[in-house]
């Protein structure tokens, strides 16, 4: 479960992804899991949480549907100890437009650049051993939950920042945002319940 492209911090992401979709017209899901890594569950993690973040992207009808698929089906591979992670080729071609692509990238930049720079190696403990599979159920309990947010304004924006802390905390070993993680996936608890009732 671990990063192979020694990508730790979301600005390297960002700039992986604008760097390598440069020449493109349209970038697909699968073009950017491949730019970053698509063997890594902490890669993957992060990116799904930064696409679902992403101005632009995000807010596009069916992209955290899109998102939560990926995420339950790459989950459940890794709770079953596989290596080689498998995904449709149907959910990897969905793309959108490069223009679009990288004016979210820029926008994400300067909050990445903050972030980034509170990254350390902490409370490791929550980042590795069996720590990994607690983080699995939960992004597989979050992916469940990403269709319904489609009908509730704002819900997704908590678990992108879920999905974003769990997939920094394991490619930077990070415990501390992984606890960060866990308080924002009882925040979309909190608010989806909130707005059912």
């Known amino acids: 479960m671990e990063n ?4 730790t911090t979301i600005r390297q992401v960002l ?67 596989r ?27 300067k909050p990445a650049d903050y972030i980034d720079r509170l990254l ?15 983080v699995a159920v939960i992004c597989l309990l979050i992916s469940l939950a990403m269709p319904v947010m489609e009908f509730i304004p704002f819900s997704a924006n908590f678990a992108g920042a879920a999905l974003t802390a769990f997939g920094l905390s394991l490619i930077a070993k990070d415990g501390l945002l992984a606890l960060m993680g866990y308080i924002f996936t009882l925040s979309i608890i909190v608010f989806i319940a909130y707005n059912v009732m």
């Open 83 to 109: 290596n080689n992670l498998w995904l449709p080729n149907a959910l990897l071609k969905r793309s959108v437009k490069k223009e679009t692509l990288h004016k979210a990238i820029n926008k994400l930049k």
């Open 4 to 7: 192979s492209n020694n990508l």
């Open 15 to 81: 700039d992986k992804i604008m760097e390598s979709s440069k020449d493109c017209d349209d970038v697909s899901i699968g073009d950017i899991l491949e730019m970053v890594g698509r063997r890594s569950f902490g890669p993957i993690l992060l990116v799904a949480g930064i696409i679902t973040l992403a101005p632009l992207v995000g807010d596009i009808p069916g992209v955290p549907t899109i998102i939560g698929i990926i995420v339950f089906l790459v989950a459940i591979q890794l709770l079953f100890n």
């Open 120 to 134: 350390s190696p902490r409370l490791t403990f929550l980042t590795s051993g069996a720590m990994n599979y607690v």
